[in-house]
């Protein structure tokens, strides 16, 4: 292949043309893209001032095509970055089942650049379904992820105000509806209690309205430790009435307790069991130790002995 040799002042012409050639080309570009153009922009609806007494359904898509005017930069930077939703003002509802997009270009237009309007919409008109709202109330769900210090836990029931949440729309609707989740709590690293106010999700279906939109959520939390006590066997399924003697009568039981707690936690808040069934039915020589009952939020370590030793008198 051959190899093209230029003298210095041929690199030297070559550099200034191909250096004009590019200016040239920027500058065709920037007097292009600064022109006027109208190009279409795919945005989402939201609905504001929904009818009080009338439920809808919406008989369309939740996004619609804007068609804007604008500089050829706003069109550019319009395809790379989000749209803000276009709020839709659904006061007419009232009176009528339909929307006309273009009656309330102004209204929309209002929040926008100047040289960057609005000039119409592709539906121009929405249309709704109506029913008869109902009202119904259902409890929060939290939505929570937490990862705690090492020896915290959560030491009590989640608390939540309000408890309930009342939501209004479609009886068809509601019906399906048997709770509603917050927003998701994260936590890490978490070594005390929560207490926050906390959004509930936003509601999908320009027909249905919450109240409240956010709850306050308190989660108890607490260090925790072991603690051993003597808790008493109480032997079951003696449907004989055989004279049972067990051996030993006590098991100490090693559990977690939140600091909280650890004073008043006594045998009382535990209910061991045997069941004279494993050796009648099962021929078992010893009876293994079950607990029935344990406090809230309280792990069990061991127990000693898992199994107990009993003689029967016929």
């Known amino acids: ?33 600064s022109n006027p153009y109208t190009y279409t922009v795919k945005q989402a609806i939201n609905f504001k001032n929904a009818p009080l007494k009338r439920a809808f359904h919406s008989l369309q898509s939740d996004t619609i095509e804007a068609i804007v005017q604008g500089t050829g930069w706003q069109m550019l930077f319009s395809k790379m970055n989000e749209q803000k939703p276009v709020s839709i003002d659904l006061r007419t509802l009232d ?4 929307i006309v997009l273009n009656a309330q270009l102004k209204q929309i237009n209002l929040k926008k650049e100047p040289n960057h309007q609005i000039i119409g919409f592709n539906p121009d008109t929405l249309f709704f379904d109506f029913s008869n709202r109902t009202v119904k109330k259902v409890p929060v769900q939290l939505v929570s992820t937490i990862k705690y210090q090492r020896q915290f836990a959560q030491s009590d029931n989640v ?55 956010r709850v306050i959520v308190n989660i108890p939390i607490d260090e925790f430790t072991e603690k051993t006590i003597e808790v008493p066997v109480k032997l079951v399924n003696n449907h004989n009435y055989y004279d049972v003697k067990i051996f030993p009568q006590k098991v100490k039981v090693t559990f977690t307790t939140s600091l909280t707690d650890y004073p008043d936690a006594n045998e009382d808040d535990f209910e061991a ?28 370590v061991k ?12």
Not at 95 to 98: A, D, E, I, R, V
Not at 303 to 314: H, L, S, Y
Request: aromatic fraction near 10%; charge should be positive.
């Open 159 to 213: 608390n939540i105000r309000p408890a309930y949440v009342t939501i209004s729309g479609p009886a068809e609707v509601l019906a399906k509806i048997k709770s509603w989740k917050t927003d998701s709590v994260k936590l890490n690293d978490v070594n005390e209690s929560f207490n926050s106010h906390v959004n509930l999700q936003a509601v999908k279906e320009g027909n249905l309205e919450i109240v409240p939109k």
């Open 95 to 98: 009176t009528k089942n339909f």
């Open 1 to 33: 292949m051959a190899i093209i040799k230029l003298s210095a002042i041929e690199r030297r012409r070559l550099s200034a043309f191909i250096t004009c050639l590019v200016v040239a080309i920027f500058a065709w570009l920037f007097t292009t893209l």
């Open 273 to 300: 069991v045997a069941d004279l069934d494993k050796w009648r039915l099962s021929g078992y020589s010893t009876l293994p130790v079950q607990l029935l009952r344990i406090p809230s939020y309280s792990k069990i």
């Open 303 to 314: 127990i000693e002995p898992e199994n107990i030793d009993f003689i029967v008198k016929k």
